[in-house]
């Protein structure tokens, strides 16, 4: 409470300046938006890795994911990479807002149809630092956007792992986050969900989420995320 609070104070104390060009007004301007790198095909049509030929890559062919299919809105460079930081180390959570609105264009141009939005769970530990869930902020800004329910709670980290980003390659990845998940809500079950995390590299994160989705018995999962590492 005294994080949001404190978020709020500064977000009132100093107004918002776009990310892209500095301009004041909003953190994220109608020009810059439009200078987004969509996370366009051809790609995988399970994990949306890029590809050259049509059908699943051979990672998603020898070891498929838990999720259905995995959408992302942008390629996580430039002014993407900068709002996904600026949401996720620097408190800016008024972003989520924007970031939210352009999710929900990515699920409707995608066709991603559910019954309610999950976001990807943090740690207690680490929501505890950083004193909210970032992918928890962009489920909310979606949910508003669909006029979807949004489940914070249905699932839970039930242990801490290392952050992701300091895994080398896609089995320490899968490896890290293997059981981390559990499903806390059984309201869900027989619910298709569309989860949602701020990045996506390998998917392996959001697989261990839809494993435990799926054993609660929701189905289909359908996976979106803002951006996605190429």
Not at 16 to 37: K, M, V, Y
Not at 77 to 91: D, P
Not at 136 to 150: D, H, K, S, W
Not at 171 to 179: D, F, P, S
């Amino acid at each position: 409470m005294v994080a949001s609070f404190a978020r709020a104070a500064v977000e009132l104390l100093f107004p918002p300046h776009c990310l892209g060009c500095g301009r004041g007004g909003a953190f994220l301007c109608d020009d810059c938006a439009s200078q987004l790198t969509p996370a366009l095909p051809p790609r995988c049509p399970r994990c949306w890795e890029p590809r050259s030929v049509a059908g699943e890559c051979l990672a998603c062919q020898d070891s498929p994911p838990a999720f259905d299919a995995l959408r992302t809105a942008f390629v996580y460079q430039g002014l993407a990479r900068e709002m996904v930081q600026a949401l996720k180390y620097r408190g800016v959570t008024a972003l989520a807002g924007r970031m939210g609105g352009l999710l929900a264009e990515a699920a409707r141009s995608q066709r991603l149809e559910a019954d309610v939005i999950v976001p990807v769970p943090l740690s207690g530990m680490r929501k505890r630092t950083r004193g909210y869930n970032q992918a928890e902020a962009l489920a909310v800004a979606l949910g508003r956007e669909l006029g979807l329910p949004v489940a914070p709670k249905a699932l839970v980290r039930r242990r801490h792992t290392p952050p992701q980003a300091r895994r080398a390659d896609a089995e320490a990845r899968r490896a890290n986050v293997a059981g981390a998940f559990v499903v806390a809500a059984t309201s869900i079950a027989g619910q298709s969900v569309l989860l949602i995390d701020d990045v996506a590299t390998t998917g392996a994160t959001l697989s261990a989420c839809a494993s435990a989705l799926r054993e609660a018995g929701s189905m289909p999962v359908w996976a979106l995320t803002f951006a996605r590492e190429d």
